[in-house]
């Protein structure tokens, strides 16, 4: 998939209105090609965003916190969850549309060069279909937010 930066741009700016809308966030901005989200009652900073990456879209939480990233981590290991099914569930309770695909998405976790941890997930968007893609992306955007929230120390706040 092929696609310029004025229709990610756009893309972008359709999703960060739907989420400001959802009122579950902290702030959410645009900076260069990435929306940002942050997550509004975490132990540590993370954020939730969405940018494209080697021609695909993506939306993922992102930290810079090991002991963050490794609480989300230990709670899936202790009750032995899947990010996938967690998600599904979310999406499909958030009226994932059968015209949009499975809602069994895959995911990825890893630590980038920028030493920051990442769980991501590839929306599946054709970017020529702007008002379904920006469905698509601000719908799995929210199903991470709710997938995520209840994991780790994702709601700790101002608690701990």
């Known amino acids: 998939m092929t696609t310029s930066e004025p229709s990610i ?9 739907k989420a400001q809308a959802a009122g579950v966030f902290g702030l959410v901005r645009i900076e260069g090609g990435t929306l940002r989200c942050d997550a509004l009652a ?4 993370a954020e939730f965003r969405v940018f494209q990456d080697g ?3 993506w939306v993922a939480l ?10 989300i981590e230990a709670d899936l290991v202790n ?7 967690l998600l599904e569930e979310e999406l499909v ?12 998405l895959s995911y990825e976790h890893f630590r980038d060069e920028r030493k920051l941890y990442t769980f991501r997930t590839g929306a599946p968007v054709k970017m ?26 994702m709601e700790a706040g101002d608690e701990e």
């Open 128 to 153: 020529e279909r702007a008002d379904e893609a920006g469905a698509i992306v601000a719908t799995l955007l929210l199903g991470y937010e709710r997938t995520f929230r209840p994991l780790g120390d």
């Open 9 to 17: 741009h756009a893309l972008l700016q359709s999703v960060a209105a």
């Open 55 to 57: 021609g695909k879209v």
């Open 42 to 45: 975490s132990a540590e900073p």
């Open 79 to 85: 009750t032995g969850d899947k990010i996938e099914e």
């Open 62 to 71: 992102v930290t810079g916190d090991r002991w963050l990233s490794q609480s």
């Open 93 to 104: 309770d958030l009226q994932w549309k059968k015209e949009w695909g499975s809602p069994r």
